[in-house]
């Protein structure tokens, strides 16, 4: 089994505050994320290895954006904060 089959996923924006490198300028933009929430239940067809993997899974975020353009200067900010996020 693949980790997908143990998590339900769905896609969500969030406000993030980011400050331009080149303008200063503080500006909110919407960042995509994909949260991944494990599965109530193991899937039928499931062995002794995966229940092991189900039973240490846990709920966790991944941001799909890297990279946002700025408002003002239109350059480009890289967003280094933490790709993956634990719930």
């Known amino acids: 089994m693949q980790e997908k089959d143990f998590f339900i996923e ?3 924006t ?3 505050s980011l400050r331009c490198p080149q303008c200063r300028q503080d500006s909110d ?3 995509r994320w ?3 929430t494990k599965k ?3 899937p039928p067809r499931a062995d002794a290895d995966d229940r092991i993997r189900f039973q240490n899974a846990r709920n966790y ?3 799909v954006d890297d990279i946002v353009a700025c408002p ?3 350059k480009r900010i890289e967003i280094t ?3 993956v996020v634990l719930l």
Do not use: D, G, N, P
């Open 14 to 16: 969030k406000a993030m």
């Open 81 to 83: 904060s933490k790709s």
């Open 72 to 74: 003002k200067c239109r």
């Open 10 to 12: 769905k896609t969500e």
């Open 34 to 36: 994909i949260t991944r």
């Open 61 to 63: 975020m991944i941001r």
């Open 40 to 42: 109530a239940s193991l």
């Open 29 to 31: 933009h919407q960042i």
